[in-house]
């Protein structure tokens, strides 16, 4: 995995770390908005052909047709049966709506 995210072999160092995505004011996409580097919004495209990885994008995407789905602040943790597949695969939770 390490390989595959940095180009990286191993033995030069893991990828690691934590990004907070939340709504406190230590999120990135907090801090970002407060010396306005980019918005409150960010982008996860994951990749599912076996590739691993993905594409995490903070700000907007001029896209037309794009969907977003809010963050719901008010849950800490939600089971898979209260998600839905929405469009384009995205899993997203209908009562925020």
């Known amino acids: 995995c390490t390989t595959s995210l940095t180009g ?29 580097e980019a918005p409150r919004i960010f982008s996860h495209c994951l990749t599912g052909e076996g590739f ?12 037309p047709d794009l969907i977003y789905t809010p963050l719901v602040p008010s849950r800490c ?3 898979s049966s209260q998600m839905e597949d929405g469009p384009g695969g995205f899993v997203f939770d209908p009562i925020a709506n």
């Not at 072999?9 to 010396?35: E, M």
């Open 8 to 36: 990286l072999p191993t033995s030069q160092g893991p990828a690691d770390g934590i990004i907070g995505l939340g709504h406190s004011k230590v999120s990135i996409l907090s801090q970002l908005a407060s010396r306005e």
């Open 52 to 63: 691993g990885g993905g594409v995490l994008l903070f700000g907007e995407i001029l896209v």
């Open 77 to 79: 943790m939600m089971m």
